[in-house]
């Protein structure tokens, strides 16, 4: 058996290759970071809504879309959806909302697909806003809102 050491081999071999490994690499690193960069709407500045909590909207109580920061131990409703591929009761929640006060179909299956992001789009150019499909604080301000409790009719 024989090992080949640097010194068999012919000058430049091995650079050569573990160069072209290396722009492989780099390449295929830039590749995969604008993907999961450009995965993120830029309209989606914040934290990614993770949790319901109970705010008041007009004066009214309702449970809306927040965010928990288990940094500081606040909930904070200043956050965003968008559109995946991930079922979220949060999603769902926010589609109850959407499909008791807006004419636009949407499923309440806690999926942020194309229905969805239509609805929010509606919301969003009814109430004068970026028709983008990202809920932020923008569109959870504007939006109507179904009274709770849930047999209360109507939307604030």
């Not at 573990?18 to 690193?29: K, M």
């Not at 004066?59 to 131990?73: C, H, L, M, R, S």
């Not at 009814?126 to 409790?149: C, F, I, N, S």
């Amino acid at each position: 058996m024989h090992v080949t050491s640097r010194i068999d081999r012919p000058a430049g071999v091995g650079s050569r290759a573990v160069r072209r490994v290396g722009v492989a690499s780099a390449t295929l690193g830039l590749v995969l970071a604008s993907v999961v960069v450009t995965a993120v709407p830029a309209s989606a500045a914040y934290s990614r809504c993770d949790r319901l909590s109970t705010v008041s909207i007009r004066g009214q109580w309702v449970d809306a879309p927040a965010f928990y920061n288990p940094n500081t131990g606040a909930t904070t409703t200043t956050c965003s959806l968008w559109q995946t591929t991930r079922y979220s009761h949060v999603v769902q929640e926010l589609q109850f909302h959407l499909a008791n006060c807006y004419p636009a179909p949407v499923a309440q299956d806690g999926y942020y697909g194309p229905q969805t992001v239509a609805a929010v789009k509606a919301v969003q150019r009814e109430h004068g806003l970026d028709p983008d499909g990202v809920y932020g604080p923008k569109t959870r301000d504007a939006m109507r809102w179904k009274k709770q409790p849930v047999h209360i009719p109507g939307c604030i």
